[in-house]
Each structure stands twice: as C-alpha cells, then as structure tokens.
C-alpha cells in the first residue's frame, strides 16, 4: 500500500473511539481545456468534517445541519469510499462521519469530491496512514461513481494531493502533480443547479480531429505555462473549443462573463468542472476582486441568485486540522 | 518584424554576392501524442545549403548532386518561403539556393522543412537578420504548403528554434518552446515512401472524445515530463491511441520495432511524423546503439533496406557554418 508514490508519512494507527476533524475544500475540473485530466485544488470553501474510528466493521453517515444527505453509506459520497477503504483492511473497523456540508452540490466546485476526499484523508489518519495518496484516490473516485455514475479523478486527485494535478490516466492511475504559480482564483456560483451526469450527456460522442488537435496545443501550453512561470501563455492557453461552446448554454452569462472578467485584467477561465460556477485565473488579489466586483454586477443585473469566492491554489488539498 | 519575440541579434546586411552556407537538420514532428503540434530538432541527418544574395527580384534553385528537385521556385520547398520573403522586402534582392539533398524526401523526419527553414535562416542572415523567428516560421510554412498542400509548423519550428517546440496555435501563430533533457534519439528509416499527403488522407476527420481526453492526458503527461526532466513521466505519456493505430499499418514492422525497442531500454517512440520512419527516445548513448542494433535485426530480418541514425536533440535549429 504506502510502497507506492506519494507516500504519506507512516504514524500509529490510533485507539478505537478516536476522532478527526479534516476541511476538506473545494477544487475547480478540468481548467478549461483539460477535460477530465486537470484539476485545482482551492483554500475556499471547505467542507468540515469529523471522523471517529468504530471498532465494528461499519459506516455511519450524520449529516451535522440537517442538509438532506443519502445516509446509506453506499449512497452517500463520503461513504461509498470508506465502504471500500475497510473492506481492503483486516479486522473489525469502521467510521462514523459527520459532515458539515458548505459546498453546495450541484455547484461545480468539487462538493462531492471534497466529501469523499475528506473522508479517505480523514479516515487514513486515524489508521496511521496505512494506505498511500493513490489509494486514497482510488477509494475516493468511489464517491464520485455515486455523485456523477462515473469515476473520474479530476476534483479527486487535486483534494487530495493539493495544488494542481494532471490525471495522465486513470487505467492504470497516473497522477501528476503540476507545480504552478501562486495565482489568485475568483470564482462565482450561481444559484442554479447543473448536475454533471446532465451536463456529461449534451457532449458529443465524437469530436472534430481539428478541434481536438486545438485543444491539446492548448493543454501543453498551459502545462508549460504553470510549470515555468509564463502568466501570458496560461492565459493565451486557457480556451477550450470542445466543451465549453456546448455546456456554457446552461449558464446564463457565460460570455459576459468570461469576456468582462478578462477585460478587468482575469489571465483567463471558463466553466468550473460541468458548472454552473464560473473560475476566473488572476496574477495578484486587487485583479481577483475586480473580477469578482464584475461578476457581482453581472448577476445583479440578470437577477439571479449567486455567492462569489476571491481564494488562491491550496497546495495540500484536505487537511487535519485537530487531532 | 524583429520587434516580436524571439529576436535574432540583428546585423549589418550583407553586401550583393554574398554566400552563406548552412546545416539544415532533420526534424521529427509529433512526438507521438502532439500530432500536429509537437516537433523535436536532431543533430543528424542534414541538407547542406548555400544562398547566394542576388542584386535583383528573383529565386533561383540548384540542385547541387542532380537530385531531381522542381526548379521552379513556387514548386520548391526552399523556394516557395523565399519568394514569400522577397515579396515583404523593399528593393530589389533575390537569392540563389545550392541544395545538397541528405534528407530523404518523404522519409518522415522533415525533409521538405530543412530545405525550407534552412532556406529562410540562411537568407534572412544575408540580409542582417531583418526579420524574427516567427517571420521566418511563417515564410518556411509555405515550403509545407509545396510540399504536402498543408502550412503545418511541427517540422519548421523545432527546425529554425532548435530544441522542442509545441505550436500552440497556428491562427495567430503561437511558437512555444520546451525544455527538455539531454536525450538521445534512434532512428529507422525504412525504404519505402509514405507521402504526407496520403498519411493524412487515411487519418478520419472524427475522432472518439473519449481517445481525445486520453491524447490530451499524453501530451500534458509529456511536456511536464520534459520540463520537469522526469524519464519515467516521458515514458509512460509517449502513447498515441489517435493517430499511431491508423498509420502505423503502412509502416511494415512497426509493431514489433516499438515493443522490442521498449525492451532493449527505450523510454518510447512512435512514428516520426508521418512515417515511415520510427524514432525512439533513450536516456544514455549505449541504450540508444542497442535500440537501433534491434532496429537493424528487424528490418534485416524482414529484408527491407533501411538507414538508421543515432542523434541527440539539436537545441540549436539550422546552423550558419561559413559566412
């Protein structure tokens, strides 16, 4: 298990009756033009999260505010994974997880990734991190089968691993960490509901050569821009041809959006995961908040319902934050 | 014109009469999975080429060792990017062009670009460096254009930058250089002839999204693997699930040369852009030799002639050898 990259530091597995308490945060898919492969992990907002160690073999999901959460563990996104985590251990353990859920679903942050992340993190910490980053993903991507009905990595890996990650494949799991610039990211919700599996059925089986030869251009420029540095290629290479012209109509203002953002100085962004959030990229906090202020007015004006964020990339994805 | 980036050091023009001579070299466009975008500068094989500066508006072509190239000029792959360049050039100048024909037309690894972009560094040095690199990109693409019917950059810019480059874009042309390690090429060079212009006619104009999001996975796997200087990461991003599958049935041995090479140590390979030859990546030289030794066995066995090379990336592009 902790044989495999990205090992997470050994520790004894604490006493039965042991509690945790993770944040779990939010993470932005596919950055554009790397659909399904990239993802970002964000300091804003978090899911909080307390997990305690049950010395029967065992799941129990409570929802701390009453939000309307499936409580049958192979239902619920925080739980699918932890079902799969216990029956890969030896003896009678299990988990009792309460969850404070601020990420909305159905909102294109990583709601149901940053529940299931949290769990597994949260969970391998009180076992003395038995189990390996990659593992983690992979019994976490378990939650996202039950959110979306398929199991993709891209809110997942970056949860876990913090910062950006590159999902190269996911038979065999390849997770690549992209080191990136410290950017500011703005991003805006509003307030209506686009569930992924919706928004994965509009897409096209098939695509154009031509566009897709567009769209890998763009993805190794954007790659070669987080890694090196070059703020005017990221934003040259934020621009997707395949995805966004057909999800972008279940968002009203998209394009007022993302045109008035990079107007007020955005280096660029796009749909959040299958949306309806909107990401905006942004060199510096002053540019960030004035593409939130754009935001703001444009959803005011339109009438409709919204919550902002001005955040920046979390590097370390899910964290312990008392023991 | 030299105001873009990527300047070359200006010069005083040189005086009528002049001539220069430059190493044009070969180039292996691809990269496996940035089919169309990705393009990487060897060291060998290359066109030895002389430009002469002529006092009036004229091109003229010579063919140095009877090779049968097309003399006139908007037929000719050095040429057609000249007469493009003479046309954005006050007064009245021309150039004769010596062509010592190495690179094998048709062979796959940039035969019509070294005439072209070697053509254009050569000329552009008499006349005192006046126009930048991506001038020079954009007059060689014409080269392309005489060549296969299409003004593609993936063999012309790694050819005049040197080194790896992706073109994010080719609407407005956007040039992106790649660092990358210290690596040694293999090459096969099977004799039988696969023209661009046919390679693309068997490729279909619709590819499955789902082999896209599998491409695009590669190439960023890739490019970070080379800027990162991550062998492993190299190797494992070096899959073409679009583009290989098709083609690669007109390249007798194919199969077998990249599974044997794979085990005689290389990081991977594929075709080198339209084929037929294959290339393979390796870290050190002795790994590279016993690469092309299984190449050899193969096509030995197969009874098919063949030229093999052992190089290593030319971070430099055309080279000026004597003024």
Same mark, same amino acid.
Not at 76 to 83: D, I, Q, S
Not at 170 to 198: G, K, M, N, W, Y
Not at 246 to 252: F, G, K, T
């Given at each position: ?17 042991? @509690? ?24 804003? !907002? ?16 409570? &929802? ?25 251990? !030896? ?25 299931? $992340?949290?769990?597994?993190?949260? $969970? ?8 390996? #980053? ?12 039950? =959110? ?37 990211? +703005? ?26 030869? #567009?769209?890998?251009?763009? %993805? $190794?420029?954007?790659? =070669? *821009? ?10 040259? &290479? ?9 999800? &972008? %109509?279940?968002?009203? *203002? ?7 953002? #990079?107007? $007020? ?12 959030? %909107? ?7 002053? +540019? ?23 955040? +920046? %990339?979390?590097?370390?994805?899910? +964290?312990? @934050?008392?023991?």
């Amino acid at each position: 298990m902790n044989e495999q990259q990205n090992e997470i530091p050994a520790q004894s597995p604490k006493d039965r009756g042991s @509690i945790v308490k993770v944040l779990a945060p939010a993470t932005v898919a596919n950055l554009v033009c790397g659909f399904d492969v990239l993802g970002m992990c964000l300091h804003e !907002p978090n899911d909080l999260m307390e997990i305690k160690l049950l010395d029967e073999k065992k799941i129990i999901i409570i &929802s701390a505010d009453g939000y309307p959460l499936p409580l049958d563990p192979a239902q619920n996104t925080a739980g699918a994974p932890l079902v799969e985590m216990i029956n890969e251990m !030896p003896g009678n353990i299990g988990f009792e997880v309460t969850i404070h859920k601020k990420i909305k679903p159905g909102s294109g942050i990583g709601s149901s990734a940053a529940s299931a $992340a949290g769990a597994v993190v949260g $969970a391998n910490h009180l076992l003395g991190n038995f189990f390996s #980053k990659q593992d983690l993903v992979r019994f976490a991507m378990f939650g996202e089968k039950v =959110a979306s009905g398929v199991k993709h990595a891209d809110n997942i890996a970056p949860c876990i691993y913090g910062g950006i990650t590159l999902i190269r494949s996911i038979h065999p799991l390849d997770i690549v960490p992209i080191p990136a610039p410290e950017l500011f990211v +703005t991003i805006v919700h509003p307030q209506i509901e686009v569930r992924t599996s919706d928004a994965r059925q509009i897409l096209r089986k098939e695509v154009l050569l031509k566009d897709a030869i #567009k769209q890998w251009g763009n %993805i $190794a420029g954007l790659v =070669a *821009g987080f890694i090196q540095n070059d703020l005017a290629l990221i934003g040259r &290479s934020l621009e997707d041809v395949i995805i966004e012209p057909v999800r &972008s %109509i279940l968002i009203p *203002g998209f394009d007022e959006v993302k045109l008035m953002c #990079k107007q $007020a100085g955005a280096l660029g962004g796009g749909i959040s995961g299958s949306g309806p959030s %909107i990401f905006m990229l942004s060199k510096d906090e002053p +540019t960030a908040i004035a593409v939130e202020n754009v935001m703001k007015e444009i959803y005011n004006r339109i009438g409709l319902d919204y919550h902002t964020y001005v955040t +920046t %990339i979390n590097q370390t994805g899910v +964290t312990i @934050i008392d023991n």
